[in-house]
């Protein structure tokens, strides 16, 4: 049988197919590949019950998450808030560098601004964004008129622990009751409410709550490949005198020349600059190799 996990627990798989969900263990030869199986995977699996069956085989991914571990993603939600925590845009653009490194399609849901005593920031923040491609959406109903962005998708909330994932997704389907900061806080449990990631089925697709996390690898990322993933700066690029232009001190640079007209947003531009250097100063992992050989 054929299906895809929507939750990894304790060591079960649990996998849905055709509407119905059966609870595996993993037996197959994906152990010696060193794959994890995630949520997100599509899986060859048997099963004779609903609770003992074998999750056999991975089929290829289009992509996988680290953090959160999700693979085959095609939609990412980023839920930032625009007060406690203060919104940032050095964060929102880190979790979208994140997303167009993987060829996932962003969203940008900005939660909690019934907070704010002004919303014309918040508006020019949401102008900026949507200027570059981006839709960005301010409350629910405007995440109501994205519907049909979820459709046959998988789709992944992502964002800083406390921004209102799991609100939003309780929103979005009354039945599902996930927990959300108060409660956990009521339970006394630690400052993460979300545990786990699960798919659930929203919107004719599957939509994954998942736990959020404050700091952001982007080990993956070389400095060559950043100024790609903000697009708008890779769209000026091309128009950079030299084509390798880091769009740092190079003459001639059209990505300088448009955030001085005011067409780059300077806040998005000194975010690149910050993750540029991030990147450049980190050491390379193959130093560490060979220096354990000598
Ligand atoms: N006023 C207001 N509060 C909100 C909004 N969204 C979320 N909250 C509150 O923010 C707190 C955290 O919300 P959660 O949904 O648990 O946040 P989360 O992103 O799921 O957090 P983790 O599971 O820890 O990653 C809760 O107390 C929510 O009630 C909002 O739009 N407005
Ligand atoms: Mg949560
Ligand atoms: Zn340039």
Known sequence: MQGIIIKSLSGFYYIECQGEVYQTRARGNFRQKKLTPLVGDTVIFESTNMTDGYLLQLLPRKNALIRPPVANVDLGIVVVSAVEPDFSSNLLDRFLVILEAKNIQPLIYISKIDLLKSREEIKAIQRVYQQIGYPVCLNLEELAEQKGY????????????????????????????????EISKHLGRGRHTTRHVELHKIYDGLIADTPGFSSIDLREISAAELSNLFIELAEAGRYCKFRACMHTHEPEC?????????????????????????????????????????
């Open 254 to 294: 059209a990505v300088k020349k448009a955030v001085a007209k005011g067409e780059i947003a300077q806040f998005r531009y000194d975010n690149y600059l910050q993750l540029l250097g991030e990147i450049e100063q980190r050491k390379p992992i193959y130093n560490k190799r060979t220096e354990r050989k000598k």
């Open 150 to 181: 979820f459709k046959n998708k998988i789709s992944v909330f992502i964002g800083q622990t406390g921004a209102g994932k799991s609100t939003v997704i309780n929103a979005l389907d009354s039945t599902l009751k996930l927990a959300t900061g």
